[in-house]
């Protein structure tokens, strides 16, 4: 008990009227975290950099992180605080940050604009549809919470089983995982259940095909040994005819 009375505000996952985080922003909690969310930093790491939106940046530690490795970061929170901080460590670091006093339910997402949106530990559900439509074809979306089971460690949680995977159902999944694991805003510091996704918005088929690295035109051929291929719309096809070479 004595480190919840040295921390009063019960829970930091419901919390999010504006400026609500703001004293424990102003303050050394330590609950804040500093180093970007370890999802994130491996979602990343082999992905060419593009345009990143941070939803709920917070005091900025995963914006932070993505301008350091050359993405070009817009991040907002209701939080003037934590906005404030963000900044203020961009400008301290010299590195280029969009931050702005905002909410998500008033946000503007826009259409297929982002290569990476963030939601580490924020309201997700609401905005589930916005954030898919937001998404550049070959974006991803990393998000990571409370799985409604935690409730037996902590008075928290947020997704029930698989509710992610229906919630972007609409992408492409490249990792999801269901797991007891310490969370990065823990007050307990004690293992949680943890929902952790990273999924990408599939990239429009288009017309054509490949042989050999090199694009071959819908309707165009290749030879694999003796047999004539055709580049049909939904890939090659074995014709009946022979290849000459
Ligand atoms: C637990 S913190 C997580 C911060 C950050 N995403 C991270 O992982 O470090 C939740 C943050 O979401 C913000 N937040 C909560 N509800 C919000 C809303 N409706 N609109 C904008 N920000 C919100 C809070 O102000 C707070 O900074």
Redesign the pocket.
């Known amino acids: 008990m004595q480190r919840l009375a040295a921390f009063p505000l019960l829970c930091?996952?419901a919390?999010?009227?504006?400026?609500?985080?703001n004293p424990l922003?102003a303050g050394n909690s330590e609950v804040l975290?500093r180093e970007p969310?370890r999802l994130l930093v491996e979602a990343v790491r082999n992905r060419k950099p593009g345009r990143a939106l941070?939803?709920?940046?917070?005091?900025?530690?995963?914006a932070i992180f993505l301008a350091k490795n050359g993405w070009a970061v817009t991040g907002?929170?209701?939080?003037d605080e934590?906005v404030r901080q963000a900044k203020a460590e961009a400008v301290r670091l010299g590195l280029q940050l969009t931050a702005s006093v905002?909410?998500?339910?008033?946000?503007a997402f826009g259409a297929e604009q982002w290569d990476l949106i963030?939601?580490?530990?924020?309201?997700t559900k609401a905005i589930a549809p916005k954030v898919v439509g937001a998404l550049r074809p070959g974006g991803i979306v990393v998000v990571?919470d409370r799985h409604l089971d935690t409730k037996r460690v902590w008075p928290a949680g947020t997704f029930g089983d698989n509710e992610l995977l229906s919630l972007f159902a609409g992408l492409r999944v490249l990792r999801y995982e269901d797991v007891w694991a310490r969370p990065?805003?823990s007050v307990m510091k004690l293992d949680e259940r943890l929902v952790r996704l990273v999924a990408e918005k599939p990239i429009p088929r288009t017309g054509g095909c490949v042989w050999e690295g090199k694009a071959v035109p819908a309707g165009g051929n290749a030879c694999w040994e003796t047999a004539l291929l055709r580049c049909e719309p939904e890939g090659w096809k074995f014709t009946r005819e022979k290849c000459e070479r």
């Open positions: 930091v996952c919390l999010g009227q504006p400026g609500e985080y922003y975290v969310n941070d939803v709920g940046m917070g005091q900025g530690r995963n907002f929170d209701s939080s934590g905002d909410t998500i339910e008033a946000f963030v939601l580490t530990y924020e309201p990571e990065d805003w």
